[in-house]
């Protein structure tokens, strides 16, 4: 049903001077310097502010056509509702979505929580804010990564930002505060392979020295494997004196590397 306007009515709108206006139910009229008048909308909409501009008199635009729009706008709201997810009667914005995004990986034990709450405060709410969770778009994601770029931030910086966004809008489905179909496809973006530093024979030595002065008697025997086989910190860990075959001077696991290396070899 259209809103009953007052104020706009249309000897009013014609009375108006150059640069005078008159708002009433979100629709803005404003009279030009050259005698047009522009319409626009300012409403909120399920709790997202939409300001749009309508048109100008001189191209046939009317006060019922902004009400038009605004009607249009809230009855495609009220058919968004009906494809929320079950028990859900308001879509969720970005920001809240993130609180209480945060706020359950604190209650669960989630991984990387301080990284995550980082990128979110910092970065992600700024640039998504008060945007529905189920509204973000490809689109807007290739906005936020030319915004970081145009702030300096690295590739693989970004990178580092959008896992903790995919993080989030994957638990969002997993915890039914959206549907899957609502989910934008993310893609990384490609880095470089960056800097790698290689141990001098020297400082290969004087680490081992430095591990068999600890005070754990293991360790320089931790140290002596990494340097031999350039094993990640991780992948050492997972080893066991059961993967070791003395007589071929390897370990022999294929559940050693992320890769599944059947086997490692020792140096001489």
């Known amino acids: 049903m259209a809103l009953r306007l007052v104020k706009l009515s249309r000897p009013a709108i014609r009375a108006l001077s150059a640069g005078e206006k008159i708002i009433e139910h979100g629709i803005t009229v404003e009279r030009l310097a050259n005698g047009d008048a522009a319409y626009s909308i300012n409403v909120m909409v399920d709790g997202q502010r939409i300001h749009r501009v309508v048109g100008r008199e001189s191209e046939g635009v009317r006060r019922e056509q902004a009400q038009k729009l605004i009607e249009k706008l809230r009855t495609e709201a009220r058919e968004d509702r009906l494809n929320l997810p079950k028990g859900r009667k308001m879509a969720l914005s970005f920001d809240a979505a993130a609180t209480d995004y945060l706020n359950r990986l604190d209650r669960e034990g989630g991984k990387g929580v301080a ?3 980082q990128h979110i405060v910092t970065w992600l709410t700024p ?6 969770l189920d509204g973000i778009s490809e689109s807007d994601i290739k906005g936020f990564i030319e915004s970081r770029r145009r702030y300096g931030a690295k590739d693989s910086t970004i990178n580092r930002e959008l896992a903790t966004l995919s993080h989030l809008l994957r638990s969002a489905v997993r915890w039914k505060w959206i549907g899957r179909d609502k989910t934008p496809t993310i893609d990384r973006l490609r880095e470089g392979a960056g800097r ?50 003395a007589h071929r001077r390897r370990f022999c696991s294929a559940s050693i590397t992320v890769s599944g290396l059947a086997s490692i070899r020792l140096s001489a």
Do not use: N
């Not at 640039?127 to 529905?132: L, P, T």
């Not at 400082?203 to 002596?224: I, K, M, R, T, Y």
């Not at 094993?231 to 993967?243: I, T, V, Y």
């Open 196 to 245: 790698i530093i290689a141990l001098s024979p020297a400082q290969c030595d004087g680490l081992l020295q430095a591990a068999l002065g600890d005070q754990d008697s293991d360790l320089w025997l931790f140290v002596l494997v990494c340097l031999q086989t350039s094993m990640r910190h991780g992948e050492a860990r997972r080893l066991r004196w059961e993967h070791y075959d």
């Open 127 to 132: 640039a998504f804010g008060k945007k529905r």
């Open 115 to 117: 990284r995550k709450r």
